[in-house]
């Protein structure tokens, strides 16, 4: 059969077409074959699961941790691969993922199947979509933040520690209505200085009290750096309408507070504890 004119400059069009087609699809492949090699040069773990969550991709990290090829690896699913707990944790977090079509971050534990090895790593998912925007699966990146979390845990766990022995280095007792005790042990530096002045302040305000306590029969020494302090608190007590007590005064602390020339001001003093509490309780009972 003839073709005419017509015919043949459509083939021509057709044959043009097929061959731009054909030369986009092999940019797109050593385009894809780039990336992909690209993913095999980074430390983290990197793959790709289908709505099932059977791996469809996986980097040389990943695929090394697991101790499988990428043919070996293709088509499982973590329960193939993780303990039990662990799968199932990974498959909560997906279905929550593909139910919500929002990407997430979180450290979590994690089992290295290759070693045995128990790590925290942190991990990355979101959904893949398809030209139509909708969701085909999940790609994800996740790596190794062990050290970086024991130490994250470490310092919490120094910073509770170091908070507990500021409560316990100034401790603010109530021992009746509207009258508070903080005895002070050892030795006042700035830093406990003002841990002693937030924490009356805070405790006078937060229980309305009226007289506060300052009791430093166990303080070894005083000079002028710590009587500065306790006029500073005091002061900033009576700011909030209570009055401090300043009690345990030994003789040569009295001694240095004349030498040194501390005007104690507003401050009533007490030679022990237990006057200090008998005042204290006289000016909230009256005779």
Known sequence: MMKGPDDREELSRLRQRVAELELAEKAWREREIAHLALLDLVPQSIFRSDLDGRCVFANRALLESVGMTLD?????????????????KYRQDDAQLLKTGQAFETIEEHRVPATGETIYVKAIKAPVRDLRGEIVGIHGIFWDVTSEHVARQLSDEREAHAAAVRELSTPLIPIADKVVVMPLIGTIDSTRANQVLETLLDGVVARQASVAILDITGVRDVDSSVADSLVRAARAVGLVGAKVVLTGIKPSVAQTLVDLGIDLGSIVTSGTLQSGIRYALQQMHPA
């Open 72 to 88: 070996q690896l293709r088509g499982k699913t973590p329960f193939d691969i993780y303990p039990r707990e662990l799968a199932e």
